[in-house]
């Protein structure tokens, strides 16, 4: 009943293995210098700098939380207080101090960065000096450090190395978020693989167009010598031209526009601006492709909607799309943090047999929205019955202050109780 197979012939040691594992032709995306590219997509490119915004920023924005469905709660609270995240269903108990602590947000947009690099690696550090572990730190290892993955036969991670550290990272105390993850694939592949061609043709054009731009835009000085003197000898006319021409060309180089600009022209000569005759190529259209094209990648139509193709008419459409994979990119993210860091902090307290609570995200995308109109309405017909946990919920949704007992009053009677009565 052994595994008999294999996904990888062992520890993929440098850049070429990794490479071989991957299967990437393209020299330019192969590492270590596909950190350069992907970084200066993200960072020169509005429109790739957009797509990842899109793609990143509503994950940090949604809520996130712990549910502790039938857990203990000492378990749920201690996973909840180390990560800084609420209880589902309960009001969200604000640390003591912030200094120091894990910062869940601060983790979240590092680890998203597998978007970029194809993957993220985190350390887990930890703290014994409370008498119980508690998580310290996910110490981010950034991709340009990591000189070697190692890899079972099976496909597995045994842990990386980074340059300047003898000692192997082990997989137990790694947290390896990667995208797209095929076999032996740690490093996984980038969400702007796709778009790189795109974004290569579209740089071209850039510069094409500021060539373009620069040499035709205001125009090619031209300066037309005036005749030359009737009457005068061969040579006399070939040394005059010569002279004319250099003393023309030095007009024209140093033509400028200004209140203390001008030329001084002989009788019968000329100085004009000469602009392109006939049509400069259009490169806007192409330009305004790719950037369709980049969008497209992931699935982000909408960023073009209203400037180059369709209407915003189609953006519920086009978002129900995006929204799905937004869904599934926070999905993974749970996946992941939930087996690599809260069952490693449950069994490091508890043992592998206590229940774990699990990390969730709220639903991105279009949901009915809570009001108090709604509300009242779940409460009179009947489908929503009143307690503490719905009141705390509905005064962190409307931003009031959390319920006190000690000073709570008791409900007014309206008219309708009094008539009843």
């Given at each position: 009943m052994s595994e008999i197979g294999y996904q990888t012939g062992g520890s993929v040691r440098s850049w070429a293995g990794l490479t071989a594992e991957i299967n990437e032709t393209n020299r330019e995306l192969q590492w270590p210098q596909s950190l350069n590219v992907f970084d200066r997509m993200r960072r020169e490119d509005p429109q790739v700098k957009s797509v990842i915004r899109a793609v990143t920023l509503p994950i940090m924005r949604t809520e996130w939380a712990i549910d502790g469905t039938g857990c203990r709660e000492e378990v749920t609270r201690l996973v909840a207080e180390?990560?800084?995240?609420?209880?589902?269903?309960?009001?969200?108990?604000?640390?003591?101090?912030?200094?120091?602590?894990?910062?869940?947000?601060?983790?979240?947009?590092?680890?998203?960065?597998?978007?970029?690099?194809?993957?993220?690696?985190?350390?887990?550090?930890?703290?014994?000096?409370?008498?119980?572990?508690?998580?310290?730190?996910?110490?981010?290892?950034?991709?340009?450090?990591?000189?070697?993955?190692?890899?079972?036969?099976?496909?597995g991670l045994e842990g990386i190395h980074q340059y300047d550290v003898e000692q192997l990272i082990p997989v137990s105390a790694l947290v390896a978020y990667v995208n797209e993850r095929e076999g032996a694939n740690w490093i996984g592949e980038s969400l702007l693989r796709s778009a790189y061609k795109m974004w290569l043709l579209k740089d071209r054009v850039l510069r094409i167009q500021a060539l373009t731009a620069e040499r035709n835009g205001l125009g090619l000085p031209t300066y037309t010598s005036a005749p030359p003197a009737e009457g005068a000898e061969y040579e006399q006319i070939i040394a005059w031209a010569d002279a004319e021409i250099a003393r023309g060309l030095d007009i024209a180089k140093n033509a400028r526009a200004g209140e203390a600009s001008g030329a001084s022209l002989p009788n019968g000569a000329s100085l004009k601006f000469l602009g392109v005759e006939g049509d400069l190529p259009d490169t806007d259209k192409p330009i305004r492709y790719y950037d369709e094209q980049i969008a497209r990648a992931v699935l982000a139509h909408f960023l073009n909607l209203g400037t180059e193709t369709g209407s915003w008419a189609l953006g519920s459409t086009f978002a129900n799309f995006f929204t799905d994979s937004l869904n599934a990119v926070a999905q993974h993210i749970a996946d992941v943090t939930q087996q690599h860091v809260i069952e490693d902090l449950v069994d490091k307290n508890w043992g592998p047999t206590e229940p774990a609570p699990r990390l969730v995200a709220a639903e991105i995308g279009e949901r009915q929205p809570v009001t108090a109109a709604s509300l009242a309405q779940l409460i009179q017909s009947g489908a929503v019955r009143p307690d503490d946990k719905l009141e705390d919920f509905a005064r962190d949704r409307f931003g009031l202050p959390i319920a006190d007992v000690s000073t709570r009053r008791a409900a007014p009677v309206t008219p309708a109780a009094k008539e009843a009565a």
């Open positions: 180390d990560l800084g995240l609420p209880i589902k269903g309960q009001a969200p108990v604000a640390p003591l101090r912030t200094k120091g602590r894990f910062s869940w947000k601060e983790h979240l947009r590092l680890a998203l960065l597998e978007l970029v690099y194809g993957h993220s690696f985190f350390e887990q550090v930890y703290d014994q000096s409370t008498g119980r572990t508690r998580l310290s730190k996910l110490a981010w290892r950034p991709p340009r450090t990591i000189r070697e993955i190692k890899v079972a036969r099976d496909g």
